[in-house]
């Protein structure tokens, strides 16, 4: 399974963006299994940020909630993150994979998302 995050970037305090996550060479692992981000900012661990179930029951760490907002297309074998109201303390690097445990092919390409102040 190969995860490539995308959608990151630099955005003012405030702002917002919307990451995508696309799973390939997956076949139907992607739809049945729980999903999440992660990040992971310089000098510290990877820390769970969203998770979403295979039926769309979601759950956010209490840093992002009321702010991020996490989906999936099992259709199209991808997760989302929408961030608004974006805060410089969520600058990192952005990871999707399986919630819990690792999909196949380990964490994959994360993206980067820097809020300025």
């Known amino acids: 399974v190969q995860l490539q995050a995308s959608g990151g970037g630099l955005v003012h305090s405030g702002g917002s963006l919307r990451l995508s996550c696309q799973a390939s060479?997956?076949?139907?692992?992607?739809?049945?299994?729980?999903m999440a981000w992660y990040r992971q900012a310089p000098g510290k661990q990877r820390e769970l940020v969203a998770s979403?179930?295979?039926?769309?029951?979601?759950n956010y760490a209490d840093f992002v909630k009321g702010r991020f907002t996490i989906s999936r297309d099992n259709a199209k074998n991808t997760l989302y993150l929408q961030m608004n109201s974006l805060k410089p303390e969520d600058t990192a690097v952005y990871y999707c994979?399986?919630?819990?445990?690792?999909?196949?092919?380990?964490w994959g390409q994360g993206t980067q998302v820097t809020v300025s102040s």
């Open positions: 994979n399986a919630y819990q445990y690792l999909l196949p092919g380990g």
């Open positions: 060479g997956s076949g139907s692992i992607f739809s049945i299994s729980p």
């Open positions: 979403v179930t295979t039926g769309g029951r979601t």
